[in-house]
Protein backbone atom coordinates (compact mmCIF):
# COMPACT_ATOMS: atom_id res chain seq x y z
CA UNK A 1 0.00 0.00 0.00
CA UNK A 2 1.66 3.14 -1.07
CA UNK A 3 2.03 5.82 1.43
CA UNK A 4 -0.89 7.91 -0.78
CA UNK A 5 -3.42 5.67 0.30
CA UNK A 6 -2.67 6.19 4.15
CA UNK A 7 -3.88 9.33 6.33
CA UNK A 8 -0.31 10.83 6.76
CA UNK A 9 0.10 10.65 10.49
CA UNK A 10 -1.18 9.13 13.63
CA UNK A 11 -2.71 12.38 14.42
CA UNK A 12 -5.13 14.42 12.84
CA UNK A 13 -3.17 16.69 9.75
CA UNK A 14 -4.35 19.66 10.93
CA UNK A 15 -3.15 18.84 14.23
CA UNK A 16 0.43 17.82 12.79
CA UNK A 17 0.57 21.54 10.88
CA UNK A 18 -0.55 23.10 13.68
CA UNK A 19 2.56 21.87 15.75
CA UNK A 20 4.14 23.01 12.35
CA UNK A 21 3.17 26.65 13.95
CA UNK A 22 3.69 26.14 17.32
CA UNK A 23 7.03 23.84 16.74
CA UNK A 24 9.50 26.51 15.83
CA UNK A 25 7.53 29.21 18.46
CA UNK A 26 8.70 26.99 21.22
CA UNK A 27 11.94 26.58 19.73
CA UNK A 28 12.29 30.18 19.41
CA UNK A 29 10.60 30.36 23.08
CA UNK A 30 13.78 28.56 24.30
CA UNK A 31 16.36 31.21 22.59
CA UNK A 32 13.67 33.79 24.27
CA UNK A 33 14.26 32.23 28.06
CA UNK A 34 18.12 32.35 27.51
CA UNK A 35 18.42 35.57 25.71
CA UNK A 36 15.43 37.75 27.75
CA UNK A 37 14.24 38.62 23.88
CA UNK A 38 10.73 36.96 22.79
CA UNK A 39 11.85 38.19 19.05
CA UNK A 40 12.99 34.66 17.39
CA UNK A 41 9.36 33.38 19.33
CA UNK A 42 7.63 35.22 16.12
CA UNK A 43 11.03 35.24 14.17
CA UNK A 44 11.23 31.09 13.99
CA UNK A 45 8.09 30.47 12.46
CA UNK A 46 8.36 33.65 10.22
CA UNK A 47 11.39 31.83 8.80
CA UNK A 48 10.09 27.95 8.41
CA UNK A 49 6.90 29.25 6.49
CA UNK A 50 8.29 32.22 4.71
CA UNK A 51 10.63 30.19 3.60
CA UNK A 52 8.43 27.18 2.17
CA UNK A 53 6.31 29.73 0.44
CA UNK A 54 9.09 31.23 -1.44
CA UNK A 55 10.84 28.32 -2.38
CA UNK A 56 7.95 25.46 -2.96
CA UNK A 57 6.86 27.36 -5.99
CA UNK A 58 10.47 26.84 -8.15
CA UNK A 59 10.41 23.15 -6.82
CA UNK A 60 6.87 22.98 -8.76
CA UNK A 61 8.62 24.93 -11.62
CA UNK A 62 11.17 22.61 -12.34
CA UNK A 63 10.08 19.31 -11.40
CA UNK A 64 7.86 20.44 -13.71
CA UNK A 65 10.28 21.26 -16.44
CA UNK A 66 12.11 18.47 -15.93
CA UNK A 67 9.44 16.47 -16.55
CA UNK A 68 8.81 14.64 -13.24
CA UNK A 69 6.24 16.86 -11.27
CA UNK A 70 3.26 15.22 -9.79
CA UNK A 71 -0.27 17.67 -10.44
CA UNK A 72 -0.17 20.79 -8.69
CA UNK A 73 -2.17 19.67 -5.78
CA UNK A 74 -0.71 17.07 -5.49
CA UNK A 75 2.12 18.53 -4.19
CA UNK A 76 0.45 21.27 -2.18
CA UNK A 77 -0.56 18.18 -0.45
CA UNK A 78 2.83 16.66 -0.16
CA UNK A 79 4.34 20.29 1.20
CA UNK A 80 1.29 20.03 3.94
CA UNK A 81 2.51 16.20 4.81
CA UNK A 82 6.24 17.62 4.92
CA UNK A 83 5.26 20.35 6.94
CA UNK A 84 3.35 18.56 9.76
CA UNK A 85 6.04 15.77 9.86
CA UNK A 86 8.43 19.27 10.96
CA UNK A 87 6.19 20.16 13.09
CA UNK A 88 5.67 16.02 14.43
CA UNK A 89 9.41 15.89 14.76
CA UNK A 90 9.59 18.96 16.57
CA UNK A 91 7.37 18.13 19.15
CA UNK A 92 9.23 15.25 20.06
CA UNK A 93 12.32 16.70 20.18
CA UNK A 94 11.17 19.97 21.97
CA UNK A 95 11.42 18.69 25.78
CA UNK A 96 15.03 17.16 24.74
CA UNK A 97 16.17 20.68 23.24
CA UNK A 98 14.71 22.71 26.26
CA UNK A 99 16.60 20.41 28.95
CA UNK A 100 19.86 20.55 26.97
CA UNK A 101 19.56 24.26 26.36
CA UNK A 102 18.47 25.93 29.37
CA UNK A 103 20.91 23.47 32.20
CA UNK A 104 23.54 24.67 30.18
CA UNK A 105 25.94 27.65 31.46
CA UNK A 106 27.67 28.73 27.85
CA UNK A 107 25.50 30.09 24.83
CA UNK A 108 27.16 27.68 22.57
CA UNK A 109 25.42 24.64 24.02
CA UNK A 110 22.19 26.59 23.71
CA UNK A 111 23.01 27.02 20.24
CA UNK A 112 23.75 24.18 19.09
CA UNK A 113 20.81 22.22 20.86
CA UNK A 114 17.83 24.73 18.88
CA UNK A 115 19.91 24.63 16.10
CA UNK A 116 20.52 21.02 16.07
CA UNK A 117 16.80 19.90 16.77
CA UNK A 118 15.25 22.64 13.65
CA UNK A 119 17.89 20.88 11.57
CA UNK A 120 16.82 17.24 12.05
CA UNK A 121 12.98 18.23 11.91
CA UNK A 122 13.88 19.80 8.87
CA UNK A 123 15.73 17.11 7.32
CA UNK A 124 12.86 14.65 8.09
CA UNK A 125 10.64 16.84 7.13
CA UNK A 126 12.24 17.52 3.69
CA UNK A 127 13.05 13.73 3.47
CA UNK A 128 9.09 13.07 3.94
CA UNK A 129 8.45 15.81 1.30
CA UNK A 130 10.89 13.85 -1.30
CA UNK A 131 8.76 10.75 -0.09
CA UNK A 132 5.14 12.11 -0.44
CA UNK A 133 6.43 13.76 -3.88
CA UNK A 134 7.54 9.98 -5.25
CA UNK A 135 4.40 8.52 -4.20
CA UNK A 136 2.38 11.08 -5.93
CA UNK A 137 4.64 10.87 -9.17
CA UNK A 138 2.76 9.97 -12.06
CA UNK A 139 4.77 6.77 -12.31
CA UNK A 140 5.39 5.62 -8.85
CA UNK A 141 6.91 2.56 -10.37
CA UNK A 142 9.52 3.14 -12.19
CA UNK A 143 12.79 4.38 -11.23
CA UNK A 144 12.68 8.49 -10.57
CA UNK A 145 14.58 10.34 -13.34
CA UNK A 146 18.07 11.32 -12.42
CA UNK A 147 16.76 14.83 -13.43
CA UNK A 148 14.18 14.58 -10.81
CA UNK A 149 16.32 13.54 -8.25
CA UNK A 150 19.07 16.31 -8.83
CA UNK A 151 16.39 19.21 -8.95
CA UNK A 152 14.81 17.87 -5.43
CA UNK A 153 18.24 17.71 -3.73
CA UNK A 154 19.46 21.05 -5.44
CA UNK A 155 16.17 22.72 -3.79
CA UNK A 156 16.45 21.02 -0.55
CA UNK A 157 20.20 21.99 -0.04
CA UNK A 158 19.48 25.66 -1.20
CA UNK A 159 15.92 26.02 0.84
CA UNK A 160 17.70 24.57 3.63
CA UNK A 161 21.03 26.65 3.52
CA UNK A 162 18.66 29.93 3.39
CA UNK A 163 16.93 28.71 6.13
CA UNK A 164 20.02 27.80 8.40
CA UNK A 165 21.60 31.18 7.85
CA UNK A 166 18.76 32.95 8.39
CA UNK A 167 17.87 30.87 11.68
CA UNK A 168 21.92 30.98 12.87
CA UNK A 169 22.12 34.72 12.01
CA UNK A 170 19.07 35.23 14.80
CA UNK A 171 20.25 33.03 17.01
CA UNK A 172 23.55 33.99 17.19
CA UNK A 173 22.37 37.94 17.13
CA UNK A 174 20.15 37.26 20.09
CA UNK A 175 22.07 34.45 22.60
CA UNK A 176 25.41 36.32 21.94
CA UNK B 1 -18.84 -20.94 17.94
CA UNK B 2 -20.76 -20.53 21.35
CA UNK B 3 -18.50 -23.79 22.86
CA UNK B 4 -15.45 -21.54 22.01
CA UNK B 5 -16.78 -19.00 24.15
CA UNK B 6 -16.87 -21.39 27.35
CA UNK B 7 -13.66 -22.85 27.07
CA UNK B 8 -10.66 -21.53 29.26
CA UNK B 9 -11.05 -17.61 29.23
CA UNK B 10 -7.89 -15.47 28.83
CA UNK B 11 -5.46 -14.60 31.79
CA UNK B 12 -6.15 -11.82 33.15
CA UNK B 13 -3.28 -9.27 33.15
CA UNK B 14 -0.89 -10.47 35.58
CA UNK B 15 0.16 -8.86 38.24
CA UNK B 16 3.59 -6.89 38.58
CA UNK B 17 6.09 -9.40 39.58
CA UNK B 18 4.62 -11.60 37.05
CA UNK B 19 4.95 -8.85 34.64
CA UNK B 20 8.64 -8.71 35.48
CA UNK B 21 9.27 -12.51 35.33
CA UNK B 22 7.54 -11.92 31.51
CA UNK B 23 10.03 -9.34 30.93
CA UNK B 24 12.92 -11.49 31.77
CA UNK B 25 11.91 -14.54 30.36
CA UNK B 26 9.89 -14.22 27.69
CA UNK B 27 10.30 -10.47 26.02
CA UNK B 28 8.53 -11.58 22.83
CA UNK B 29 5.53 -12.14 24.94
CA UNK B 30 5.72 -9.17 26.43
CA UNK B 31 6.38 -7.22 23.04
CA UNK B 32 3.11 -8.92 22.21
CA UNK B 33 1.19 -7.52 24.74
CA UNK B 34 2.67 -4.23 23.96
CA UNK B 35 1.55 -4.13 20.21
CA UNK B 36 -1.87 -5.52 21.24
CA UNK B 37 -1.89 -2.22 23.15
CA UNK B 38 -3.53 -4.44 25.69
CA UNK B 39 -2.80 -2.41 29.82
CA UNK B 40 -0.57 -0.27 28.76
CA UNK B 41 -0.87 1.60 31.71
CA UNK B 42 -0.10 -0.67 34.25
CA UNK B 43 2.80 -1.77 31.85
CA UNK B 44 3.85 1.62 32.11
CA UNK B 45 3.47 1.49 35.92
CA UNK B 46 4.84 -1.52 36.54
CA UNK B 47 8.00 -1.13 34.49
CA UNK B 48 8.83 2.54 36.08
CA UNK B 49 8.47 1.12 39.63
CA UNK B 50 11.04 -1.60 38.10
CA UNK B 51 13.25 1.15 36.88
CA UNK B 52 13.02 2.87 40.15
CA UNK B 53 13.80 -0.04 42.57
CA UNK B 54 16.55 -1.32 40.20
CA UNK B 55 18.41 1.79 40.19
CA UNK B 56 18.20 2.35 43.61
CA UNK B 57 19.96 -0.92 44.23
CA UNK B 58 22.29 -0.54 41.39
CA UNK B 59 23.11 3.73 42.87
CA UNK B 60 23.56 2.10 46.59
CA UNK B 61 26.07 -0.32 44.98
CA UNK B 62 28.16 2.18 43.21
CA UNK B 63 27.77 4.54 46.64
CA UNK B 64 29.39 1.55 48.56
CA UNK B 65 32.72 2.24 47.13
CA UNK B 66 32.77 5.17 48.94
CA UNK B 67 30.44 3.89 52.10
CA UNK B 68 28.69 5.84 54.72
CA UNK B 69 26.32 8.32 53.28
CA UNK B 70 27.18 8.39 49.69
CA UNK B 71 25.03 4.85 49.72
CA UNK B 72 21.81 7.11 50.41
CA UNK B 73 22.99 10.06 47.86
CA UNK B 74 23.79 7.54 44.76
CA UNK B 75 20.87 5.29 45.71
CA UNK B 76 18.31 8.10 45.14
CA UNK B 77 20.16 10.04 42.52
CA UNK B 78 20.61 6.84 39.53
CA UNK B 79 16.10 6.19 39.62
CA UNK B 80 15.91 9.65 39.19
CA UNK B 81 18.76 9.78 36.05
CA UNK B 82 17.17 7.24 34.58
CA UNK B 83 13.54 8.44 34.91
CA UNK B 84 14.36 11.98 33.68
CA UNK B 85 16.18 10.84 30.59
CA UNK B 86 13.69 8.04 29.53
CA UNK B 87 10.62 10.97 30.61
CA UNK B 88 12.41 13.56 28.13
CA UNK B 89 13.57 11.22 25.42
CA UNK B 90 10.90 8.62 24.93
CA UNK B 91 8.56 10.92 22.93
CA UNK B 92 11.47 11.40 20.40
CA UNK B 93 11.00 7.54 18.95
CA UNK B 94 7.25 8.30 18.19
CA UNK B 95 7.60 11.21 16.78
CA UNK B 96 10.36 10.98 14.50
CA UNK B 97 8.93 7.70 12.87
CA UNK B 98 5.57 9.55 12.62
CA UNK B 99 7.37 12.16 10.82
CA UNK B 100 8.82 10.16 8.46
CA UNK B 101 5.04 7.78 8.09
CA UNK B 102 5.69 5.12 10.95
CA UNK B 103 2.38 4.85 12.28
CA UNK B 104 2.01 3.93 15.52
CA UNK B 105 0.71 4.68 19.04
CA UNK B 106 2.87 7.14 21.31
CA UNK B 107 1.09 5.30 24.27
CA UNK B 108 2.74 1.79 22.66
CA UNK B 109 6.29 3.07 21.81
CA UNK B 110 6.19 4.85 25.42
CA UNK B 111 5.77 1.28 26.69
CA UNK B 112 7.98 -0.43 25.07
CA UNK B 113 10.75 2.26 25.90
CA UNK B 114 9.95 1.50 29.27
CA UNK B 115 9.92 -1.98 28.86
CA UNK B 116 13.11 -2.10 27.23
CA UNK B 117 14.99 0.42 30.34
CA UNK B 118 13.29 -1.82 32.81
CA UNK B 119 14.62 -5.21 31.00
CA UNK B 120 18.44 -3.10 30.95
CA UNK B 121 18.21 -1.93 34.82
CA UNK B 122 17.43 -5.43 35.70
CA UNK B 123 20.33 -6.92 34.06
CA UNK B 124 22.03 -3.95 35.87
CA UNK B 125 20.66 -5.19 39.01
CA UNK B 126 22.42 -8.47 38.04
CA UNK B 127 25.83 -6.70 37.61
CA UNK B 128 25.55 -5.77 41.29
CA UNK B 129 27.55 -8.83 42.92
CA UNK B 130 30.39 -7.63 40.47
CA UNK B 131 30.41 -4.01 41.69
CA UNK B 132 30.74 -5.44 45.48
CA UNK B 133 33.57 -7.77 44.41
CA UNK B 134 35.28 -4.51 43.03
CA UNK B 135 34.97 -3.08 46.04
CA UNK B 136 35.53 -6.29 48.20
CA UNK B 137 39.04 -6.46 46.19
CA UNK B 138 39.81 -2.93 46.20
CA UNK B 139 39.73 -2.68 42.84
CA UNK B 140 41.26 0.99 42.57
CA UNK B 141 39.21 3.73 41.08
CA UNK B 142 39.69 4.24 37.62
CA UNK B 143 39.54 0.37 36.63
CA UNK B 144 36.57 0.40 38.90
CA UNK B 145 34.98 3.15 36.81
CA UNK B 146 35.59 1.11 33.46
CA UNK B 147 34.28 -1.79 34.92
CA UNK B 148 30.54 0.10 35.54
CA UNK B 149 30.84 1.59 32.18
CA UNK B 150 31.30 -1.79 30.76
CA UNK B 151 27.89 -3.20 32.63
CA UNK B 152 26.12 0.49 31.77
CA UNK B 153 26.99 -0.59 27.67
CA UNK B 154 26.10 -3.98 27.99
CA UNK B 155 22.88 -3.53 29.71
CA UNK B 156 22.20 -0.38 27.37
CA UNK B 157 22.96 -2.80 24.57
CA UNK B 158 20.47 -5.36 25.44
CA UNK B 159 17.49 -2.35 26.00
CA UNK B 160 18.50 -1.09 22.51
CA UNK B 161 18.25 -4.40 21.52
CA UNK B 162 14.55 -5.19 22.59
CA UNK B 163 13.81 -1.50 21.49
CA UNK B 164 15.07 -2.39 17.79
CA UNK B 165 12.84 -5.70 18.03
CA UNK B 166 9.62 -4.09 19.13
CA UNK B 167 9.98 -1.49 16.56
CA UNK B 168 11.06 -3.92 13.82
CA UNK B 169 8.09 -6.30 13.82
CA UNK B 170 6.15 -3.52 12.63
CA UNK B 171 8.43 -3.15 9.48
CA UNK B 172 7.01 0.82 8.84
CA UNK B 173 8.97 3.02 7.17
CA UNK B 174 11.57 5.09 9.29
CA UNK B 175 11.86 2.88 11.92
CA UNK B 176 15.83 2.68 11.44
CA UNK B 177 16.28 6.34 12.19
CA UNK B 178 13.69 6.42 14.57
CA UNK B 179 15.31 4.26 17.05
CA UNK B 180 18.20 6.30 15.72
CA UNK B 181 17.20 9.23 16.65
CA UNK B 182 16.27 7.94 19.72
CA UNK B 183 20.05 6.62 21.01
CA UNK B 184 20.75 10.06 20.15
CA UNK B 185 18.65 12.14 21.91
CA UNK B 186 18.70 9.58 24.80
CA UNK B 187 22.76 9.64 24.95
CA UNK B 188 22.72 13.77 24.75
CA UNK B 189 19.85 13.77 27.64
CA UNK B 190 21.39 11.40 29.85
CA UNK B 191 24.80 12.36 29.49
CA UNK B 192 23.72 15.92 30.84
CA UNK B 193 21.77 14.71 33.33
CA UNK B 194 24.21 12.00 34.99
CA UNK B 195 26.69 15.28 34.44
CA UNK B 196 24.94 17.33 36.14
CA UNK B 197 23.94 14.85 39.40
CA UNK B 198 27.07 13.85 39.52
CA UNK B 199 29.10 11.76 41.55
CA UNK B 200 27.82 8.40 41.92
CA UNK B 201 30.93 6.46 42.49
CA UNK B 202 33.02 8.46 45.01
CA UNK B 203 37.14 7.37 45.40
CA UNK B 204 37.36 6.73 49.15
CA UNK B 205 39.64 9.27 49.61
CA UNK B 206 37.58 11.65 48.27
CA UNK B 207 36.64 14.36 50.49
CA UNK B 208 33.47 14.67 52.44
CA UNK B 209 30.63 13.52 50.08
CA UNK B 210 28.19 15.82 48.74
CA UNK B 211 24.86 15.18 47.47
CA UNK B 212 25.51 16.89 43.86
CA UNK B 213 28.59 18.62 42.93
CA UNK B 214 28.60 22.44 42.33
CA UNK B 215 27.20 23.32 38.21
CA UNK B 216 30.07 25.47 37.19
CA UNK B 217 29.72 24.09 33.67
CA UNK B 218 27.56 21.08 31.59
CA UNK B 219 28.80 18.18 30.12
CA UNK B 220 28.80 19.87 26.83
CA UNK B 221 30.68 22.77 28.03
CA UNK B 222 33.35 20.60 29.91
CA UNK B 223 34.11 19.09 26.58
CA UNK B 224 33.90 22.36 24.61
CA UNK B 225 36.40 23.51 27.16
CA UNK B 226 38.83 20.69 27.23
CA UNK B 227 38.92 20.94 23.06
CA UNK B 228 39.73 24.65 23.46
CA UNK B 229 42.55 23.41 25.82
CA UNK B 230 43.55 20.76 23.85
CA UNK B 231 44.30 23.92 21.02
CA UNK B 232 45.33 25.68 23.53
CA UNK B 233 43.06 28.30 24.00
CA UNK B 234 42.29 28.65 27.57
CA UNK B 235 40.12 31.34 29.68
CA UNK B 236 41.46 31.28 32.99
CA UNK B 237 45.30 31.43 34.35
CA UNK B 238 45.48 27.88 35.99
CA UNK B 239 43.11 24.91 37.08
CA UNK B 240 41.59 24.51 40.14
CA UNK B 241 43.56 21.83 42.51
CA UNK B 242 41.86 18.58 42.53
CA UNK B 243 41.70 16.10 44.82
CA UNK B 244 44.68 13.57 45.50
CA UNK B 245 44.64 10.60 43.37
CA UNK B 246 43.73 6.96 45.34
CA UNK C 1 19.69 27.73 35.06
CA UNK C 2 20.10 24.81 37.52
CA UNK C 3 18.77 21.62 37.19
CA UNK C 4 17.28 21.86 40.62
CA UNK C 5 15.17 25.30 38.96
CA UNK C 6 14.58 22.92 35.82
CA UNK C 7 12.92 20.58 38.41
CA UNK C 8 10.68 22.66 39.65
CA UNK C 9 9.49 23.56 36.37
CA UNK C 10 8.65 20.48 35.34
CA UNK C 11 6.86 19.46 38.23
CA UNK C 12 5.07 22.79 38.34
CA UNK C 13 4.05 22.04 34.73
CA UNK C 14 3.55 18.68 34.79
CA UNK C 15 0.93 19.92 37.94
CA UNK C 16 -0.73 22.01 35.07
CA UNK C 17 -1.16 19.11 32.86
CA UNK C 18 -2.49 16.74 35.85
CA UNK C 19 -5.15 19.59 36.05
CA UNK C 20 -6.40 19.61 32.38
CA UNK C 21 -6.44 16.06 32.59
CA UNK C 22 -8.84 16.06 35.70
CA UNK C 23 -10.76 18.47 33.84
CA UNK C 24 -11.22 16.61 30.40
CA UNK C 25 -11.60 13.18 32.50
CA UNK C 26 -13.92 14.66 34.92
CA UNK C 27 -12.24 11.80 37.87
CA UNK C 28 -8.91 10.97 38.34
CA UNK C 29 -7.54 9.23 41.31
CA UNK C 30 -4.64 10.91 43.71
CA UNK C 31 -2.47 8.15 42.45
CA UNK C 32 -3.06 8.75 38.92
CA UNK C 33 -2.43 12.66 39.47
CA UNK C 34 0.69 11.76 41.07
CA UNK C 35 1.73 9.74 38.14
CA UNK C 36 1.54 12.65 35.99
CA UNK C 37 3.00 15.34 38.09
CA UNK C 38 5.84 13.60 38.18
CA UNK C 39 6.33 11.52 34.94
CA UNK C 40 3.92 13.53 32.87
CA UNK C 41 5.82 13.51 29.70
CA UNK C 42 5.37 9.49 30.01
CA UNK C 43 2.18 9.25 31.59
CA UNK C 44 0.19 11.90 30.28
CA UNK C 45 -0.49 10.32 27.23
CA UNK C 46 -1.57 7.09 28.86
CA UNK C 47 -4.34 9.69 30.72
CA UNK C 48 -5.34 11.65 27.32
CA UNK C 49 -5.89 8.51 25.63
CA UNK C 50 -8.53 6.83 28.34
CA UNK C 51 -9.69 10.68 28.21
CA UNK C 52 -10.00 11.54 24.38
CA UNK C 53 -14.10 12.54 25.77
CA UNK C 54 -15.94 11.28 22.27
CA UNK C 55 -12.75 10.49 20.33
CA UNK C 56 -11.11 7.24 19.90
CA UNK C 57 -8.82 6.31 17.17
CA UNK C 58 -11.41 3.48 15.26
CA UNK C 59 -13.90 6.19 15.53
CA UNK C 60 -12.01 8.69 13.75
CA UNK C 61 -10.65 5.91 11.15
CA UNK C 62 -14.17 5.36 10.23
CA UNK C 63 -15.21 8.70 9.64
CA UNK C 64 -11.88 9.55 7.77
CA UNK C 65 -12.17 6.34 5.53
CA UNK C 66 -15.99 7.46 4.66
CA UNK C 67 -14.63 10.58 3.79
CA UNK C 68 -11.89 9.79 1.39
CA UNK C 69 -14.42 7.19 -0.21
CA UNK C 70 -17.30 9.78 -0.77
CA UNK C 71 -14.85 12.16 -2.72
CA UNK C 72 -13.93 8.96 -4.88
CA UNK C 73 -16.94 6.63 -7.17
CA UNK C 74 -17.35 5.06 -3.91
CA UNK C 75 -19.93 7.84 -2.67
CA UNK C 76 -22.99 6.03 -4.28
CA UNK C 77 -22.66 3.15 -2.15
CA UNK C 78 -21.82 4.77 1.26
CA UNK C 79 -24.30 5.39 4.41
CA UNK C 80 -25.68 8.65 4.58
CA UNK C 81 -24.47 11.46 6.81
CA UNK C 82 -27.05 10.26 9.96
CA UNK C 83 -25.74 6.82 9.79
CA UNK C 84 -22.03 7.69 9.48
CA UNK C 85 -23.05 9.33 13.09
CA UNK C 86 -24.69 6.57 14.28
CA UNK C 87 -21.96 3.75 13.15
CA UNK C 88 -19.55 6.35 14.61
CA UNK C 89 -21.42 6.44 18.07
CA UNK C 90 -21.66 2.50 18.09
CA UNK C 91 -17.93 2.38 17.35
CA UNK C 92 -17.02 4.79 20.16
CA UNK C 93 -19.32 3.22 22.59
CA UNK C 94 -17.20 -0.54 21.94
CA UNK C 95 -13.94 0.85 22.00
CA UNK C 96 -14.98 2.42 25.32
CA UNK C 97 -16.51 -0.24 26.40
CA UNK C 98 -13.46 -2.45 25.99
CA UNK C 99 -11.37 0.33 27.73
CA UNK C 100 -13.56 -0.02 30.84
CA UNK C 101 -13.26 -4.01 30.51
CA UNK C 102 -9.60 -4.18 30.30
CA UNK C 103 -9.67 -1.78 33.24
CA UNK C 104 -12.45 -3.86 35.43
CA UNK C 105 -10.44 -7.01 34.45
CA UNK C 106 -7.07 -6.04 35.32
CA UNK C 107 -7.85 -5.87 39.04
CA UNK C 108 -6.60 -8.78 41.37
CA UNK C 109 -10.35 -9.95 42.38
CA UNK C 110 -11.18 -9.92 39.13
CA UNK C 111 -8.74 -12.59 38.38
CA UNK C 112 -10.09 -16.10 37.28
CA UNK C 113 -7.38 -18.53 39.25
CA UNK C 114 -7.56 -16.45 42.30
CA UNK C 115 -11.31 -16.96 42.61
CA UNK C 116 -11.53 -20.49 41.53
CA UNK C 117 -9.05 -20.75 44.42
CA UNK C 118 -11.14 -19.12 46.91
CA UNK C 119 -14.19 -21.34 45.58
CA UNK C 120 -11.62 -24.05 46.69
CA UNK C 121 -11.28 -23.02 49.72
CA UNK C 122 -14.62 -22.54 50.74
CA UNK C 123 -15.65 -26.10 49.36
CA UNK C 124 -12.63 -27.55 51.72
CA UNK C 125 -14.28 -25.50 54.58
CA UNK C 126 -17.60 -26.77 53.87
CA UNK C 127 -19.12 -23.68 53.35
CA UNK C 128 -20.96 -25.28 50.29
CA UNK C 129 -23.05 -21.98 49.56
CA UNK C 130 -20.35 -19.58 49.75
CA UNK C 131 -18.32 -22.08 47.40
CA UNK C 132 -21.37 -21.77 44.95
CA UNK C 133 -21.21 -18.29 44.79
CA UNK C 134 -18.22 -18.07 44.13
CA UNK C 135 -18.05 -20.81 41.25
CA UNK C 136 -20.83 -18.36 39.71
CA UNK C 137 -18.69 -15.71 39.93
CA UNK C 138 -15.63 -17.93 38.16
CA UNK C 139 -18.39 -18.51 35.53
CA UNK C 140 -19.35 -14.75 35.00
CA UNK C 141 -15.64 -13.96 35.07
CA UNK C 142 -15.05 -16.67 32.14
CA UNK C 143 -17.99 -14.72 30.44
CA UNK C 144 -16.47 -11.14 31.15
CA UNK C 145 -13.08 -12.31 29.76
CA UNK C 146 -14.77 -14.11 26.65
CA UNK C 147 -16.70 -10.49 26.26
CA UNK C 148 -13.55 -8.86 26.18
CA UNK C 149 -11.70 -11.13 23.73
CA UNK C 150 -14.99 -10.86 21.57
CA UNK C 151 -15.18 -6.48 21.34
CA UNK C 152 -11.13 -6.81 20.78
CA UNK C 153 -11.68 -9.19 17.84
CA UNK C 154 -14.67 -7.73 16.37
CA UNK C 155 -12.64 -4.29 16.42
CA UNK C 156 -9.64 -5.58 15.20
CA UNK C 157 -12.23 -6.87 12.30
CA UNK C 158 -13.69 -3.13 11.55
CA UNK C 159 -10.28 -2.24 11.66
CA UNK C 160 -8.93 -4.04 8.94
CA UNK C 161 -12.26 -3.03 7.05
CA UNK C 162 -11.94 0.56 7.27
CA UNK C 163 -8.28 -0.01 6.09
CA UNK C 164 -9.69 -2.29 3.28
CA UNK C 165 -12.40 0.57 2.58
CA UNK C 166 -9.36 3.42 2.51
CA UNK C 167 -7.16 1.43 0.14
CA UNK C 168 -10.42 0.46 -2.09
CA UNK C 169 -11.69 4.04 -2.74
CA UNK C 170 -7.57 4.44 -4.33
CA UNK C 171 -8.09 1.58 -6.26
CA UNK C 172 -12.24 2.51 -7.46
CA UNK C 173 -10.59 6.17 -8.54
CA UNK C 174 -8.11 4.56 -11.25
CA UNK C 175 -10.59 1.84 -12.00
CA UNK C 176 -14.29 3.80 -11.41
CA UNK C 177 -15.24 0.41 -13.11
CA UNK C 178 -15.16 -1.42 -9.81
CA UNK C 179 -17.27 0.67 -7.61
CA UNK C 180 -20.29 -1.20 -7.89
CA UNK C 181 -18.49 -4.33 -6.90
CA UNK C 182 -17.17 -2.26 -3.95
CA UNK C 183 -20.24 -2.02 -2.43
CA UNK C 184 -19.97 -5.43 -0.61
CA UNK C 185 -17.17 -4.47 1.63
CA UNK C 186 -19.03 -1.61 2.89
CA UNK C 187 -22.48 -3.20 3.37
CA UNK C 188 -19.76 -5.71 5.58
CA UNK C 189 -18.12 -2.81 7.26
CA UNK C 190 -21.60 -1.29 8.51
CA UNK C 191 -23.00 -4.68 9.16
CA UNK C 192 -19.99 -5.14 11.42
CA UNK C 193 -20.19 -1.92 13.12
CA UNK C 194 -24.18 -2.63 13.60
CA UNK C 195 -23.49 -6.22 15.14
CA UNK C 196 -21.72 -4.36 17.63
CA UNK C 197 -24.89 -3.75 19.16
CA UNK C 198 -25.22 -7.90 20.11
CA UNK C 199 -22.14 -7.61 22.17
CA UNK C 200 -23.40 -5.06 23.85
CA UNK C 201 -26.88 -6.49 24.70
CA UNK C 202 -24.74 -9.85 25.08
CA UNK C 203 -23.13 -7.31 27.58
CA UNK C 204 -26.18 -6.03 29.43
CA UNK C 205 -27.14 -9.63 30.00
CA UNK C 206 -24.04 -10.86 31.62
CA UNK C 207 -24.10 -8.07 34.26
CA UNK C 208 -27.50 -8.47 35.24
CA UNK C 209 -26.69 -11.95 36.02
CA UNK C 210 -28.57 -13.74 32.78
CA UNK C 211 -27.00 -16.80 31.62
CA UNK C 212 -28.44 -16.51 27.91
CA UNK C 213 -25.56 -17.49 25.53
CA UNK C 214 -24.16 -14.72 23.22
CA UNK C 215 -25.50 -15.39 19.87
CA UNK C 216 -24.32 -12.93 16.82
CA UNK C 217 -27.18 -12.08 13.98
CA UNK C 218 -27.46 -14.78 11.15
CA UNK C 219 -24.56 -15.41 8.20
CA UNK C 220 -21.68 -13.84 11.16
CA UNK C 221 -19.39 -16.29 13.43
Redesign the interface.
Known sequence: ?S??????????RGLAIALAAAGPVAVGGILAARAHDASPMLAAPAIVFGVVAATGPALYIATAAAGNAPPLAAVIRAFGVALG??G??????L??AA??S?????A??TL?ATTGTVA??GY??L??LA?ELKAQSPDPGIQPSLAGGLVFLVWAVATAAIAGRLWWDLAVEVVS | MIAAMETTPAPAPRPALAMIDLLLRDREAMLARIRRGADLAAIMRTMIATIAVTMAIVGAALGSYRGGVQIAYAAAKLPLVLLGTA???A??????G????R????TADLALVMAALAFGALLLVACTPLIMLGRSVDLDYHRMILAVVAMFAVSGGAALRMICRGVALEAA?GWR?AVA?LCV?FS??GG??AW?LRPYLLRPRAPEPMFVRD????L??SI?GSMRSARGIYVRDAAPLGERGP | ???AS?GVGYIALGAVISLVIAGLKRRMSPGEALWIVGLW?LYAPMSFAHAGAGEN?RE??LV?ALARAKASPLAAVLPDPESVRLLGARLREACARLVDLDEVLARPDFDPATVTQRATELSARGAAAAAATAQLRVRTLGQLHALRERYRRELDEVGELIAQL??QA?LVRLQPAIAHASGELVRELVARVEGLGELFAYQAAIETGDSAEYAPGAGRS
Open positions: MVATQAPFPVSAFLALAGLLPFLLSAVSATTIALGRRT | ALSPALSAIAALGRSRLPTGVLVQLAARDSFDT | MSVLPHAEAVTE
